[in-house]
């Protein structure tokens, strides 16, 4: 069985109790906390920023993964590196220099990785696959959470699975938007081994019982 990794985005935590909210997620189970950066102009909604990762690290020792939702991307990455980010992840349309974007990541000394929406050709992953640590599938269009899953998307896992075993580098395959209890096992089957799920964790009252649901559909993949 692949490592599948849950990771909660907190776009849907209380923001009033933040720390507490990411504290009670990684009991439950987390195994990385998902962090949604938005600038109202990349997408239209305004989120947080390295303040606010700074502010959660010391209550969570789990990777966070930093979901850039931001054009441009170049200057805002040292500010997340030294926020105490561990992943981040940028969409290639906001950067003007992709190989460049990567690698100003990892001089960070961060993982690197490239997020596709749902309309988002796989063409960007061609001749940076060598820089990449993760790739991240959009099921929903970036901005809000709280969408409908797109079907579509698996189709893509499949082939990014496709690509990433072809390589035969370590890269984790991320899909985000819309997954909840009853859809993991089948983003699974497509090849996902990292689970962005805010609403379906953050919007109910006991959060281990629903990554534990989780793991359980993940076991019979
Ligand atoms: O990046 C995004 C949205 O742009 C996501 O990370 C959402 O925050 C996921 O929320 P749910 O669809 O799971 O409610
Ligand atoms: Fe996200």
Known sequence: MPTYRIAPSILSAD????????????AAGADIIHFDVMDNHYVPNLTIGPLVCEAIRPH???????????????RIIPDFAKASANIITFHPEASEHIDRSLQL??????RA??????????HYLDHVMDK????LIMSVNPGFGGQSFIPE?????????KRIDESGRDIMLEVDGGIKIENIA????????TFVAGSAIFGKP???????AMRAQLAQV
Do not use: W
């Open 15 to 26: 923001f009033a109790r933040l720390g507490e909210e990411v504290r009670n997620v990684v």
């Open 206 to 212: 006991d959060y281990k019982a629903v990554i534990d």
């Open 105 to 110: 990541i990892r001089d960070n000394g961060c």
């Open 186 to 193: 089948a983003a699974a089957r497509a090849g996902a081994d």
């Open 113 to 122: 990785g490239l997020v596709f929406n749902p309309a988002t050709p796989l």
């Open 60 to 74: 969570v020792q789990v990777p966070i993964d930093v979901h850039l939702m931001v054009k441009p991307v170049d």
């Open 132 to 135: 990449l640590d993760m790739i």
């Open 153 to 161: 998307a698996l189709k893509k896992i499949e082939a990014v699975r």
